[in-house]
Structures are given as C-alpha cells and as structure tokens.
C-alpha cells in the first residue's frame, strides 16, 4: 500500500512569493492534515480536511489555505511569503480523522521551503 | 490552552538498558495518545497508540497510560543505536472539533 506522497519535495522562494504543495494521502484515507515543523516551535497544526471540507484550523494567519479534492489529494498554500515561513511542511493522512478515538495519522516526508 | 508537554533531552541511554520517555497532557477529556518517531531530516513514524489506561506492548516498546495523573510514557527496551532519533508524544480527544496537539519531543541518544 503507498504511502503519504507529498510534492515537491524542496523548494526555495523568496519573499513576497506563493507557494503551493501537494499532498496524497493513503488510498481510503479521507483525512489530510497539514503541519508546519520548526526546530523551535515544534510541530504546529495548520488545518485538517476531510471529505473536501475544512473540519478544523490552526492558529495561523489567513496567508495559509488549503483545499481537498474529491479524490482526497490536499493543496495547501502561502501567499506573501515571509522569511518565518522558512520550515519543513508535513501532511498526514488518516482514515476517520482527528477526534474519532485511536485514529492514526500517517506522515508524508514533508516539503522543505527555504524563504529567501 | 491545551499543551502536551515532553523533556527536550537529550536523553542518553546506554545500549542494551530500557529508555523512559514521558509526557504530561493538560486536557483531561483526552482519549487517544500517539508515540511518534522522528529521525533527523526526516517526517514522523508512528510507533504505536494507546487509548486506555494501563499497559501496551509491542515488540520492545511498551505505552502506558495514566489518566489519572495525565501522563503517558513510553518504554523501549534493549536499547539499540537505532533508536536514537526524537521522539513525539501526541494527544487528542474524541470529538470533531478537537486538534491533535503533539509535545515538542525528546531527543534519545543511545550510546554504544
């Protein structure tokens, strides 16, 4: 079974830019979840769809969207690129999302974005 | 504010001996609580997931979980170099609206 792909997998902008990253999650997976990883504030969540819905949003400015298609694959962008927006973006994927008791989040290998 | 909270370590355990790693969660409507390895430069692996109080073993790690005092730890055994990476604690609750929240993560050295 595949895993969590996630595209691309580096990417190096400059400030004022957009971004866009993709995410696949696991075949039968409804859930995706995006994550920013920074060395100090750890691992922070972004915001979860679910069946092409956003269930739940982090604390993060609106210049962070997203979307999930019908196929379950998620876009999450950045506009206006700040250079605190330099970090490694995870998303995981799980089948029943979060809040369904002993649902399991799956992590993609992440894209690491440099803001110049 | 719901917070999970881990030591940032380094924890430096000798190989072969057993590695304690613990966390301490401040919501106590928490149900589920995940233990996630995560080696440098790379995403987090699940390790394994623990739901009611007590024990649960899988091959050499061991949850366990203490509602009571809000904390979950995770044991693993016989130690190897191969376990050293950084490991996070997460936790969440059992409705819709709810976030996992994951610690910020120990960082595990085993020494050979």
């Known amino acids: 079974k595949a895993g969590v792909t996630q595209t691309p997998r580096y990417l190096i902008k400059t400030r004022g830019q957009q971004v866009t990253l993709s995410c696949s999650p696991i075949s039968g997976h409804r859930s995706v979840s995006w994550y920013q990883q920074t060395p100090g504030q750890g691992l922070q969540f972004l915001f979860e769809?679910?069946?092409?819905?956003?269930?739940n949003k982090g604390n993060f400015p609106g210049r962070f969207s997203g979307r999930q298609f019908s196929n379950s694959r998620s876009e999450m962008n950045v506009s206006t690129l700040e250079l605190g927006d330099s970090a490694l973006y995870l998303c995981?994927?799980?089948?029943?999302?979060?809040?369904?008791?002993?649902?399991?989040?799956?992590f993609g290998p992440g894209t690491r974005l440099t803001v110049l | 504010q719901k917070e999970v909270e881990q030591n940032s370590g380094p924890l430096s355990v000798p190989e072969g001996a057993i590695a304690s790693l613990n966390c301490t969660y401040s919501d106590r409507g928490s149900q589920s609580f995940f233990w996630y390895r995560q080696y440098s430069g790379k995403s987090p692996e699940l390790i394994m997931f623990?739901?009611?109080?007590g024990d649960k073993e899988d091959g050499r790690f061991t949850a366990q979980l203490n509602k009571a005092s809000q904390y979950v730890s995770l044991l693993i055994r016989d130690s190897q170099p191969s376990d050293s990476a950084t490991y996070l604690c997460?936790?969440?609750?059992?409705?819709?609206?709810?976030?996992?929240?994951f610690g910020k993560g120990t960082r595990l050295h085993i020494l050979p």
């Open positions: 623990i739901y009611s109080n």
């Open positions: 997460a936790v969440t609750g059992m409705n819709r609206d709810d976030k996992i929240i």
């Open positions: 995981a994927s799980s089948r029943y999302g979060q809040g369904r008791i002993a649902d399991t989040q799956y």
């Open positions: 769809y679910f069946s092409e819905t956003q269930r």
